[in-house]
T-cell receptor
Framework: DAMVIQNPRYQVTQFGKPVTLSCSQT?????MYWYQQKSSQAPKLLFH???????NEADTPDNFQSRRPNTSFCFLDIRSPGLGDAAMYLCATSRDRLAGTDTQYFGPGTRLTVL | AQTVTQSQPEMSVQEAETVTLSCTYDTSESDYYLFWYKQPPSRQMILVIR??????QNATENRFSVNFQKAAKSFSLKISDSQLGDAAMYFCAYRSGSRLTFGEGTQLTVNP
């Protein structure tokens, strides 16, 4: 089945140790998004890629970076994780970004713990 | 900036009964889209229903329907004949352009 896959599902890292989260999709969608969702809060958009065009949200900390080497894969890099970065990280895709009815398909998320 | 407010952090319903989840939003735009997403425990978020702001007719998907009041900026979700599998966190979301803004969510419990 076509889907959005996130690996790993659970990630534990140490304070200040770089970590990379992975997302892949078989939907061949143009847009890939990364959201941060802290406990009992709404998901918050960090950035998105439209094809190879990177779009950062104004309030996303510099500590968060992303790479999209090809259509199928997108990575979230946290350069120096702090305790406040512990959260669920959601990857989503959509076919387009300007068509409002275009559905965003979400992956299962990666739960990041920072020790 | 757009904001989305869900005033009910928790709701509960008896199996087979009907429940309505509330959502209000604030925007100065006239063209936008509204969504309800469902996030079951430890499972991925999935789309429940969507509404185009330019359409007056309320969207319906099987047991799920919305009451869209554009002037009041209100977008409530009605779940009819509630099932145990409906238990989840429900997020209302507003989309304009590429950005999807979520409300804080309503945790729905379905009691057998």
């Amino acid at each position: 089945d076509a889907m959005v896959i996130q690996n790993p599902r659970y990630q534990v890292t140490q304070f200040g140790k770089p970590v990379t989260l992975s997302c892949s999709q078989t939907l061949n969608h143009n847009v890939m998004y990364w959201y941060q969702q802290k406990s009992s809060q709404a998901p918050k958009l960090l950035f998105h890629y439209y094809d190879k065009d990177f779009n950062n949200e104004a309030d996303t900390p510099d500590n968060f970076q992303s790479r999209r080497p090809n259509t199928s894969f997108c990575f979230l890099d946290i350069r120096s994780p702090g305790l406040g970065d512990a959260a669920m990280y959601l990857c989503a895709t959509s076919r387009d970004r300007l068509a409002g009815t275009d559905t965003q398909y979400f992956g299962p998320g990666t739960r990041l713990t920072v020790l | 900036a757009q904001t989305v407010t869900q005033s009910q952090p928790e709701m509960s319903v008896q199996e087979a009964e009907t429940v309505t989840l509330s959502c209000t939003y604030d925007t100065s735009e006239s063209d936008y889209y509204l969504f309800w997403y469902k996030q079951p425990p430890s499972r991925q978020m999935i789309l429940v229903i969507r509404q185009e702001a330019y359409k007056q007719q309320n969207a319906t998907e099987n047991r799920f329907s919305v009451n869209f009041q554009k002037a009041a900026k209100s977008f409530s979700l009605k779940i009819s004949d509630s099932q145990l599998g409906d238990a989840a966190m429900y997020f209302c979301a507003y989309r304009s352009g590429s950005r999807l803004t979520f409300g804080e969510g309503t945790q729905l419990t379905v009691n057998p």
